[in-house]
């Protein structure tokens, strides 16, 4: 990865000069670079995921390098997603290849949620039957 392409404030692109990235063992890194350090580098790897969102035959195998990118990466909060994208791995793959969603139905559980709110001890299961049908 391009340590250009990473965000990074001012003090740790000083830190990160290019001596520091070709040597072999590079002097101590304070513990805040450190962090913004890892947290620019999950953002790249969460963008590079947010681009498998769009349905297409090839993301299976884009998932499993992209799998493989992050369980080689030292990010270990990421590593617990990756083992539950692995363990449920069929649904994954049908929802980031196939073009059809829950999308709607999901809309319409919230839309009857909010309304059963609103009128929540104020009437009776027929007025909320009627609200949901006419909203």
């Known amino acids: 990865m391009d340590r250009r392409s990473l ?3 001012p003090s740790v692109r000083f830190h990160l000069d290019d001596r520091l990235w070709e040597e072999n063992d590079p002097p101590e890194i304070p513990k805040k670079i450190r962090r913004e350090l890892a947290r620019a580098l999950t953002l790249s790897e ?3 995921f947010a681009g498998l969102l769009t349905p ?3 993301n299976t195998e884009r998932l499993s390098r992209w799998i493989n990118q992050v369980r080689a990466a030292d990010l270990p909060h990421l590593h617990a997603f ?3 994208l ?3 791995h069929h649904a994954v793959n049908a929802a980031l290849t196939l073009p059809y969603s829950n999308g ?3 809309g319409v559980n919230t839309k009857t949620k909010r309304i059963a709110r609103q009128i929540h001890g104020r009437a009776g299961f027929t007025l909320l039957r009627h609200r949901i049908l006419l909203g």
């Open 7 to 9: 965000h990074l404030s």
């Open 46 to 48: 969460l963008r590079d």
């Open 56 to 58: 297409r035959a090839e």
């Open 82 to 84: 990756t083992r539950g």
């Open 86 to 88: 692995h363990r449920d």
């Open 104 to 106: 709607l139905t999901e």
